[in-house]
């Protein structure tokens, strides 16, 4: 019968009976090596493993540094918090580097994450490799899949096998087709060294179904699914070979379907319920679409726990498919698959989206840019150009503007039709990058040809801009004629009837300015009316000026003194004509600055303190560039034949050289005067008025 001593009481004891074979004066070496070889002999001569703790146990109590890093090893790694504690300060005194690598996964274990991950990096630093592991595995909890990504290749190049099948999982799941090459070739790299490893060899399946790092091969991945086997295969394998069937060809497709069927009647099994939920939601390989059979199955997939099922049925709850529209389970459900899943990118686009709209949230622009930013490190376009425009939108103060203007221009360089008119209309209005209407030309044009309808009006409006009339009329009848009843249909008539009025084709002016008018845009009224007036059509000339100058239009105002002033279509009176004037003077109008002016100058009926007024509005409206005003000065008000002939030189000069009148300069040429220097007085009194 063996005899046992208790050696002497430690903190294992809660841990471990404390029993020991007599040797308890043996040389701390001797025990170590004898605790190794009891380890490496376990299979063989059945030692318990409480047997060989113990043994190491003792030999660290003999002093054995050896046996405490082991067991340091053996209590932090298992999570035995007692355990790792007590060896803890020896590892740290012979090793930092694996003192922090065991503090670190010692404090994993009771959550203490921001702590444990300044000790995993300081290991990994120290040249403890085996922490990035640990720290992939902690930030793809946390969501931060970038940074997950790099930590898991870190760890994959120190050998650590582990990353490999998690690196996999996230690249074919990424939208990035380079991180699908990679995804795949890392997958080649684990059957090299492990032929027969299941999880692999599906995912090498899939891959070659779906194309996801590879091309399409159903040879290939036929010949994978039949080293499989068929005895007893386990559900990922019947659901590989299923999809293969199902893929592969029309005869073998209504089996691929049974099989899932099945399957799902006897297990339940989400993964195959989102099979046919993708398959009846989208019409897939033939088969008819069926919304009443996707929310069956998408219902199984995300009861089932499988996060794309989440997802799906989350996206059918916020658009209403098949189910009463929630937007707040849709963002539950899409919350929950990212939980899930923290690499599922689609989640991450729609979690945004929810945040920069408030559906099923509140709005949070920020919180919608963290989202859109971890997703378009995972590859996807959709969230680089979402996350852009909430930049360009400045609900992001603290992003950088140029750095969203840079992805416009990439993403639609990439051939996204969106991003094209985002960039195309920057560079047209010059909104935080210099004006370049060649450049805004090209890209709007391929928003265009992707009929992206947003783009239509901009794109109509640089070829306006840069004078190619004929190809922005076709542009603007698209949006007039096709959209009516919408304000881009109003701006786009209103545009039309200004160039149709510019090249003096009326009768098509007045039809689009008509549109315009009636769909609410003023101007355009104002525009009608002015052609009406033109046309001798005084009665609608004035119904038209007689309701804008009454809602405050200075322009609808002038042409209300206009025709008092001169009769047409009103009887004449000067008091109300230079009523209607003063209106659009005080709103700063310069036509009606000379109008009033030569009004009160030249007027019948005008008393006579009103006529000292003349002078000022007459030089107010020449200075601010009014011709007529500037002749009048130096032809009528100061006669070229009178003695202030000087005065009114002066005007014409300044009309001539600074308006560039020639009928100005025909006037100095037959007087053949100059203005001498009275004209330096009138530069002056230019200067102060304006």
């Known amino acids: 019968m063996l005899k046992y001593v208790r050696c002497r009481l430690a903190p294992l004891a809660l841990a471990l009976p404390l029993f020991v074979s007599a040797g308890c004066g043996q040389d701390a070496s ?45 209590f932090c790694e298992s999570g035995q918090l007692a355990g790792c504690r007590e060896y803890l300060p020896e590892v740290r005194r012979k090793n930092p580097a694996l003192a922090d690598f065991y503090a670190g996964i010692s404090d994993l274990a009771q959550t203490q994450e921001e702590k444990a991950v300044e000790e995993l990096k300081s290991a990994l630093q120290g040249g403890e490799r085996r922490a990035a592991y640990y720290l992939a595995e902690l930030y793809y909890r946390q969501y931060a899949v970038k940074e997950a990504v790099g930590y898991y290749e870190t760890a994959l190049k120190a050998g650590d096998r582990r990353a490999a099948l998690p690196l996999v999982r996230i690249y074919l799941n990424s939208k990035n087709p380079a991180s699908n090459v990679r995804g795949f070739g890392i997958l080649k790299d684990i059957l090299k060294q492990e032929p027969h490893n299941r999880e692999a060899l599906v995912l090498s399946a899939k891959a070659y179904i779906q194309g996801l790092g590879t091309p399409v091969s159903m040879e290939r991945a036929g010949e994978i699914i039949r080293t499989l086997g068929a005895a007893n295969p386990s559900p990922d394998v019947v659901i590989v070979r299923s999809l293969y069937q199902i893929a592969s060809n029309v005869e073998s497709r209504d089996t691929g379907i049974a ?26 390989y033939g088969v008819e679409k069926n919304q009443k059979e996707a929310i069956y199955y998408v219902r199984i997939a995300s009861d089932g726990g499988l996060p794309k099922g989440m997802l799906a049925l989350g996206e059918m709850y916020r658009l209403g498919l098949g189910v009463n529209p929630n937007n707040d389970e849709s963002f539950r459900l899409t919350r929950k698959a990212l939980d899930a899943e923290p690499d599922l990118v689609d989640a991450m686009v729609l979690l945004g989206r929810y945040h920069a709209e408030g559906i099923g949230t509140r709005v949070d622009p920020r919180e919608a840019y963290r989202y859109y930013q971890e997703a378009a490190e995972s590859g996807s376009q959709q969230a ?4 852009a425009l909430l930049v360009l939108k400045g609900l992001v103060p603290e992003a950088n503007f140029a750095e969203a203007m840079n992805t416009f221009r990439k993403l639609a360089d990439a051939g ?57 009329i076709l542009w603007y009848k698209v949006l007039a004629d096709e959209s009516i009843g919408t304000e881009v249909s109003a701006e786009a008539a209103a545009r039309l009837g200004e160039i149709y009025d510019i090249l003096g084709r009326y009768r098509d002016a ?21 052609l009406y007036f033109i046309d001798g059509d005084y009665p609608k000339a004035v119904a038209i000026f007689s309701k804008e100058a009454n809602e405050g239009n200075p322009v609808a105002a002038t042409f209300m003194g206009l025709m008092y002033d001169q009769g047409k279509g009103l009887p004449i009176n000067e008091i109300k004509a230079q009523e209607w004037y003063d209106k659009a003077v005080r709103k700063g109008n310069v036509d009606a600055m000379y109008l009033e002016g030569k009004l009160l100058h030249s007027g019948k009926t005008i008393p006579e303190h009103m006529a000292a007024g003349a002078q000022n509005l007459l030089e107010s409206a020449a200075c601010h560039g009014n011709e007529q005003a500037a002749i009048y000065l130096g032809t009528v008000f100061y006669p070229l034949d009178s003695e202030f002939f000087d005065v009114g030189a002066a005007w014409l000069r300044y009309a001539s050289e600074k308006l560039e009148s020639k009928k100005a300069q025909d006037f100095l040429s037959k007087a053949q005067v100059n203005g001498g220097g009275n004209y330096d007085k009138v530069l002056a009194r230019c200067n102060l008025k304006n």
């Open 416 to 472: 996204l039709p969106e991003a094209a008119f985002q960039y195309g209309h920057i560079l047209f209005l010059g909104n935080g990058v210099p004006r370049n209407m060649t450049l805004a030309e090209e890209y709007l044009r391929k928003a265009v040809d992707k009929g992206i309808k947003e783009a239509f009006m901009p794109y109509a409006t640089v070829l306006d801009f840069r004078g190619d009339y004929d190809n922005a």
């Open 510 to 530: 007045r039809r689009y300015y008509e549109q315009a008018y009636n769909a609410g845009i003023a101007a355009a009224g104002i525009n009608l009316a002015r």
């Open 30 to 74: 001797e025990l170590y090596q004898e605790a190794v070889m009891m380890e490496k002999s376990q299979a063989d001569r059945g030692y318990s493993q409480q047997e060989i703790l113990q043994k190491f146990d003792e030999a660290a109590k003999a002093g054995s540094t050896d046996a405490m890093l082991h067991l340091a090893g053996i």
């Open 259 to 284: 099989t899932l069927k099945s399957l799902i009647q006897n297990s339940m099994n989400p993964e195959a319920a989102y099979i046919l939920y993708d398959i009846y939601s989208r019409g897939l």
């Open 384 to 387: 680089e150009y979402e996350g």
